[in-house]
């Protein structure tokens, strides 16, 4: 999903260093900061940057693995996740720090 987003902004596959840890990072914490300022709760954030993660990566396999058999998407599902954690470590560091600022807390009651 973010793959084919940055392909049809840039024109061009990112590599993949940018791609996991400035272009994703960066698109998934501004969607899970705006969950948070629209629900007023930080928890929602969690949840929005592992769905996120989930749908992509379910992408890629069904891309990638679709012809070889449910057990090999199943598994290289799974592999793909934790392939992803350190990336989703900054997700959550970056998009934590954003809404523990006293801006966020004041002027949209992010509890």
Do not use: C
Request: proline residues 2%; aromatic residues 18%; charged residues 10%.
């Amino acid at each position: 999903m973010f793959k084919d987003m940055a392909y049809y902004i840039f024109g061009h596959e990112l590599d993949p260093f940018l791609q996991l840890f400035v272009f994703e990072p960066i698109l998934i914490t501004i969607i899970a900061v705006i969950v948070a300022m629209i629900t007023k709760r930080a928890w929602t954030m969690a949840i929005v940057i592992i769905l996120l993660n989930i749908i992509d990566n379910a992408i890629d396999v069904n891309f990638l693995f679709g012809g070889q058999g449910i057990g090999t998407i199943l598994s290289q599902n799974v592999a793909f996740f934790f392939s992803n954690f350190f990336s989703m470590f900054y997700e959550f560091v970056l998009s934590f720090i954003i809404t523990s600022t006293a801006f966020m807390h004041k002027k949209f009651g992010i509890a």
